[in-house]
């Protein structure tokens, strides 16, 4: 593997065509795969990313369905929804020994279906980019740090240093991360606050430096998570998570997080891989710890994805 190595960017939201645009201006080899079944032919897209401090950058990038592409011996970064995995697991399964994937999604439990399929290697990112479509092919894209990539199961160190030279671009930057679970667990409570409170609030990603009450409402519900990742041997602490969460308010103030995304176009959510997750772990442990505000939060956040989508289904 090395920077001549093909990338494969499988999903067409807004974290995947702005990694993808970044790095055909930066001269790798891209293709953007959809996995959706109605996905039209082969094209070449004109992707324009506007990054945090509102540069502009446009690319046409080669884009085609998954089913067109036949086999694919690559670097394959899964930018995909969650909600997606188990399906696109099993279409890859008959071409994994030749893919190293990287599965570029938040959110805890994420890599389960990928594991045990016989990829060439499986690596797990955490993803500090907040991102949103703007328009047709016009997106924003804002680092809000440098995104972890750890081994899940083949990626030895040096095949990891490899990946994050090749994802890695001036505006998009990726390292090497020894303890990925760490990380996740980190990120996933960081999603979980984000994932409920702003949505509920309808507000953007800044609600948090600008209003004392949200803060108050983000360190109820990382007090209640933060046991949980302890008691399976993660070791965070609260202050720590309630900085980046400031850290990352600040930053992207304006964004709005993907799940009021989803909620405003009508989509699924992945509310199930934050809050619903850890509270499913947190029912496993014996003595099983209860989640009441992290299991309110995210309930609610379902019923209101699955509100909005029987009204658009509905006409309503």
């Known amino acids: 593997m090395n920077r001549n190595s093909d990338i494969y960017v499988l999903g067409g939201g807004a974290i995947g065509f702005s990694l993808a645009a970044h790095l055909k201006a930066a001269g790798r080899r891209v293709v953007i795969l959809r996995a959706g079944e109605g996905a039209a032919e082969e094209r070449v897209q004109t992707i324009t990313v506007q990054s945090g401090d509102g540069t502009l950058l446009t690319q046409e990038v080669l884009s085609k369905p998954l089913s067109a592409q036949g086999k694919i011996d690559g670097v394959l970064v899964l930018a995909t929804k969650a909600t997606a995995n188990e399906k696109i697991a099993t279409r890859l399964s008959d071409n994994a020994s030749t893919i190293d994937l990287v599965v570029m999604q938040n959110g805890i439990g994420v890599e389960g279906p990928f594991i045990g399929k016989g990829f060439r290697s499986l690596s797990r990112c955490v993803v500090y980019i907040t991102a949103e479509r703007v328009a047709d092919c016009f997106y924003t894209a804002r680092m809000v740090k440098p995104s972890p990539i750890g081994n899940v199961n083949g990626a030895s160190d040096e095949r990891l240093e490899c990946l994050v030279d090749l994802l890695t671009t001036t505006a998009l930057a990726f390292y090497r991360e020894g303890h990925i679970d760490r990380e996740v667990w980190k990120k996933g409570i960081i999603n979980t606050v984000f994932n409920s409170v702003c949505p509920l609030l309808d507000t953007d990603n800044g609600v948090f430096e600008r209003d004392a009450d949200a803060m108050a409402m983000a360190e109820c519900l990382v007090k209640e998570c933060v046991p949980v990742a302890k008691k399976i041997n993660i070791s965070i602490e609260v202050e720590e998570i309630l900085e980046q969460i400031l850290a ?28 619903l997750e850890i509270c499913r772990v947190a029912r496993n442990l014996r003595p099983p710890i209860e989640l009441p505000l992290t299991r309110t939060l995210g309930f609610l956040i379902l019923k209101k994805s699955e509100i909005a989508m029987k009204r658009f289904v509905g006409g309503g």
């Open 248 to 275: 990352i308010s600040k930053r992207s103030s304006g964004q709005l997080i993907s799940t009021l995304q989803d909620i405003r176009g009508n989509r699924e959510t992945e509310i199930r891989f934050f809050n």
